[in-house]
């Protein structure tokens, strides 16, 4: 016979504390464990001790990963609530993948609000959690609010509150506020401080301030982990970076972290943005353990060179091994066949993501707008387009985009007009598309309506493409005056760009007058772009003054300025040949 069961205590404390043990014991973490769960409340209940505050917090930290809801009225039947029960169910709300992100942020958020007003004192643990669900909510003031009750309980010195500072400020793009916070920790930063400074660069693609934070960060002696490792080392990109990315390499053979499989995938995209492809694959061959995400590494690595086959032959070998694949990976191998200007296989990979029910995740459907349209099926670019659940304004965008690119300006605008009727709102990107297709339809007043917009309605800052496609714009109708009027207005420097636009709107209407205005500032300025000598050569021959475009070309040739060949993709069945 199996021994007796030993008796139940008598004591209510004790008891409270047997049920406590069964809670800790059954290692509550997923939502099935829910059913186990449910026994032994009820029998708390039955007993009296459901009540006691011990066995109330350890039932909701045991229910938090079980249901949310469960939590939360367990939550609200606990006749005391300390600041370790709110932070589970903050930690409970933030976490949740029950909701979207943004939503299950902002439900954090607002328990948070109810925590204070309850005048619950919160604790180290309770700012980690909020700090990021701020970002996460895009609520930058409660961000603000929340720091600064950090700094009057005397919390914002804490290691992890610093770091969750530094975090939050740099996801809300406010990289001065977080550098502030980080210089205020003085000498006392942890890794964990220095880390989050130096992926906020990142994220905010400052790479030359985070590599000079990660270069102080050793001079000061603290050893990076491997989570700094993996954040500092997207910051080295470019030739140059190499000799640096192969020091850090040897860096993290030396600690024994060349069995980290994320920062052996960060070690491959370095030398792929580094343009060491070969040593990027050498390092992926040693792979004793390769993730979907090292293949992904690699996919995206060849699409980012310009190896588009390659690319897809990867993918094909990923395929052939059943490794499986993501989204990531579809995006990848669909922009190589957008680049390499395989349509046919951009269709198959198509097919793919609807077999796998891929195909409605706004990432899939936003390249593949993209790769239909730049390989000239609109069609199908609008029916990818239409598939999307909820189109966002990247989605929107690409569509309007490729309508302009395409010569269908008054489809291009219906759709903006479409855009603007459901309530999105648009982005630079977005005008640098509709203000193409008004340059194509003529539509210049309109256009220039449209570029007014962007500060006065949207309050956006124009980029250097809007305010090129608006200097093209007039350029083109003529209205040479009015075009140079709006270079000089420019917060920025022009580029090459904006002022090729503007002297080829001189040589359309023959200003050469103007053009040699510009040109003079241009060269005086060291300007030694070819395109401008070009563009002047052109408008001297056709004006008749053959000696000042034979001037031009002279320069030119003393310069060793070479016009770069352009170059089209020819796609027959059997290969693809670029043709100068």
């Not at 960060?217 to 640096?244: K, Y």
């Not at 030396?254 to 343009?275: E, H, Q, R, S, T």
């Not at 060793?560 to 693809?576: D, F, I, M, P, Q």
């Amino acid at each position: 016979m199996p021994p007796p069961l030993p008796p139940l205590p008598t004591t209510a404390a004790a008891l409270a504390q047997h049920y406590i043990r069964l809670l800790s014991a059954a290692g509550f973490s997923s939502p099935s464990s829910l059913r186990a769960l449910l026994p032994i409340h009820a029998r708390a209940v039955l007993l009296g001790i459901a009540t006691n505050p011990a066995f109330a917090t350890r039932l909701l930290a045991a229910a938090a990963p079980c249901s949310l809801a469960y939590a939360r009225r367990v939550f609200d039947a606990a006749p005391r609530r300390d600041a370790y029960m709110w932070n589970t169910l903050l930690r409970a709300h933030a976490h949740s993948h029950a909701t979207p992100a943004y939503s299950s942020a902002s439900d954090a958020l607002s328990l948070y609000k109810r925590m204070r007003a309850a005048g619950v004192v919160p604790d180290y643990y309770t700012y980690p959690i909020v700090l990021p669900a701020c970002a996460a909510a895009r609520a930058p003031r409660l961000g603000r609010a929340a720091h600064g009750d950090a700094v009057r309980f005397a919390l914002a010195g804490d290691g992890f509150v610093h770091s969750a500072l530094i975090a939050m400020y740099c996801q809300e793009g406010e990289v001065a506020d977080a550098q502030q916070v980080f210089l205020e920790s003085g000498r006392a930063r942890t890794v964990v401080a220095w880390t989050a400074m130096v992926a906020g660069y990142v994220q905010n693609c400052l790479f030359a301030q985070g590599a000079a934070v990660f270069s102080a960060m050793v001079a000061e002696g603290v050893l990076p982990n491997e989570i700094t490792l993996i954040s500092f080392l997207p910051c080295l990109q470019g030739q140059e970076w190499l000799a640096a990315g192969e020091m850090v390499h040897g860096f993290v053979v030396k600690l024994g972290f060349d069995a980290n499989a994320p920062l052996v995938n960060a070690l491959i995209a370095m030398y792929g943005k580094c343009g060491s492809i070969a040593s990027a694959y050498e390092l992926f061959d040693r792979m004793t353990v390769r993730t979907v995400a090292s293949w992904n590494t690699m996919v995206a690595l060849y699409e980012q060179n310009g190896e588009g086959i390659k690319a897809i032959k990867f993918f094909h070998r990923m395929l052939t091994e059943k490794v499986g694949f993501d989204t990531v990976t579809l995006v990848s191998v669909l922009s190589a066949c957008t680049r390499s200007g395989a349509l046919e296989t951009g269709k198959w990979v198509h097919e793919l993501a609807k077999n796998h029910g891929l195909d409605a995740d706004a990432r899939i459907g936003n390249v593949l707008v993209d790769m239909y349209a730049k390989c000239g099926d609109l069609a199908y670019a609008r029916v990818a387009f239409d598939g999307l659940r909820a189109p966002g304004v990247v989605s929107w965008s690409a569509m309007i985009s490729a309508y302009a690119n395409h010569g269908e300006p008054e489809e291009a605008l219906n759709l903006f007009s479409l855009m603007k009727g459901q309530g999105m709102k648009p982005n630079s990107f977005t005008f640098t598309a509709v203000l193409v297709a008004c340059a194509y339809s003529g539509l210049v007043d309109e256009g220039l309506a449209h570029f007014n917009s962007i500060v006065r309605e949207y309050r956006i800052s124009p980029t250097l493409e809007n305010y090129a496609c608006m200097v093209d714009m007039l350029g083109r109708a003529g209205r040479l005056v009015e075009s140079y009027e709006i270079i000089r207005g420019m917060p920025m420097q022009p580029d090459k760009c904006i002022w090729g636009a503007f002297l080829g709107g001189c040589r359309l209407h023959g200003n050469l007058e103007l053009a040699e205005f510009v040109a003079k500032d241009l060269f005086q300025s060291g300007s030694h772009d070819v395109t401008f000598y070009v563009l002047m050569a052109n408008m001297y021959f056709e004006a008749g003054m053959v000696e000042d475009a034979e001037r031009m070309r002279r320069t030119m040739e003393e310069m060793e300025l070479k016009k770069t060949a352009g170059r089209s993709l020819v796609c027959t069945s059997r290969e693809r040949r670029r043709m100068r």
